[in-house]
């Protein structure tokens, strides 16, 4: 190991014992600083490490959690940037970490969420043998401008790795794009059927090649389903892993290599189905054995934040990250099947790390709450808690606000299921607070 490498390793372990001596999370400094002293780490840490690496709009970190314990439920010792620090320096910082004193990784496989936008460095310094897309939707309007600049993004990643293998969500549009714009061999996960025929959530149903509007055989949710433009022939992708049957508490069937069997994930909801979807096309693809893709996917830990139940109030509370329109609505679907008197808090804020365009809040199901949902209180709380009123008096909502800070006083004594649903910021001030009252695990654990 050269010099500068050996001291930029030194410095990353160096400085993230101290910040975990202090209570930090300790994710991104210690890889900024060893990048800042060596830039060629993250490729150098990445060598000898087989890779799957899991991008996209939604559900990156619950993928991550599934394929972790197939890949565990197989034998293999396997690393994960469980903190969801997924930009450069946060990978680095977690690769970094796995090296031995000799510059040898300590453990060979890996599991590395990354950022759409940084797939763009982090897949040509990392090299995946596979990459897992799970969704591309309207999300963080400020930092993308549209959904083709995170395609944009992952295409220059994959173009920079060719040799990896790319599994991706035929029912997303862009998924065609990636097929025929990319060196890589690609495989394909997809429903055989949906509920509906027309987008939601404000995704438009463009064709991303030609703008033409697309047309659906099927949607499931979103703007995922079967679809075919009609002006310049783009469509969806043939699956290679097929989704069948979805029975909300019950499972779905999926087919792939000529294997059909039965699973329940870990977590409900349609899009956590598409998660599971995923993660087994990723993992069977990485050479995982049937029997533990399946074990894996029914007894997966969430991560913090996804769907994690929370010592909170007299019935406990659940805390589900919602940073877009469609998960959202895939959230308030999934809490109307609840008949149990609840309390929703919503709590938003517009940091960089949330997105500071909130417009999408106009697409995202408010009117619900009351009349599917049932929610019997509805708090509105975060920095930008302005922009939640004004979208909760637009659905003729009865609420109440209440300071962030104040929150686990106003709910301790609660008697409803409390159902959180923050903004990324929000989660991680939220949740810190609530850990260290009542306890519980940090995010990075």
Known sequence: ????????????????????????????LPG?????????????????VRIIAVTGTNGKTTSCRM?????????????????????????????????????????????????????RTVLGE??????????????QMDRYGSVAAP??????????????????????????????????????????SGTKKSTDSGESGECPRCGARLSYRFVSYANLGDYRCMRCGLKRPAPWLTADDYIEGEGLSLCACGRSFWIKPA?????????????VT???????????????????GCGFGRMEKLTLGNTGAEMILVKNA??????????????????????????????????????????????????????????????????????GLKFETAPAELLPDILSDEERKIYLLPSYTAMLQLRGEIVRRFGGKEFWQ
């Open 67 to 119: 394929l972790e314990k197939m890949l565990s439920d197989d034998g293999e010792d396997v690393l994960l940037n469980r903190s969801g620090a997924n930009l450069r320096k946060g990978i680095a910082t977690e690769l970094i970490l796995n090296l031995s004193l000799f510059g040898r990784p300590k453990k060979r496989t890996a599991v590395i969420e990354c950022d759409e936008a940084a797939a």
């Open 326 to 395: 469609a998960a959202v609505n895939r959230t308030l679907s999934l809490l109307a099947l609840d008949r149990s008197p609840k309390t929703v808090v919503f709590i938003q804020n517009a940091r960089a790390g949330d997105g500071r365009d909130l417009s999408w809040l106009d697409d995202a199901d408010f009117e619900s709450l009351e009349r599917r949902v049932k929610a019997e209180r509805i708090i509105l709380s975060g920095e930008a808690a302005d922009a939640l009123v004004m979208r909760a008096e637009k659905a």
């Open 267 to 279: 977590l409900p909801g349609l899009h956590n189905a598409y998660n599971a979807a995923g993660a």
């Open 1 to 28: 190991m050269k010099l500068r490498a050996f001291i930029a390793c030194v410095v990353c372990r160096t400085t993230h014992g101290i910040l975990r001596l202090i209570k930090r999370g300790a994710t991104a």
């Open 151 to 192: 395609f944009e993004a992952i295409k220059a990643g994959l173009i920079k790795s060719p040799k990896t293998l790319l599994c991706a969500n035929a029912d997303s549009p862009f998924a065609a794009m990636f097929a025929a714009q990319t060196p890589n061999e690609c495989r394909f996960f997809g429903f055989r």
């Open 282 to 300: 990723a993992a069977l693809s990485a050479g995982v054995s049937a029997e533990a893709v399946q074990s894996g996917a029914e007894s997966f």
């Open 126 to 139: 990392i090299r995946p043998a596979v990459l897992l897309v799970t969704n591309l939707f309207k999300d």
């Open 32 to 48: 900024a600083l060893a990048l800042k002293i060596y830039p060629g780490i993250l490729s150098l840490a990445a060598e000898g």
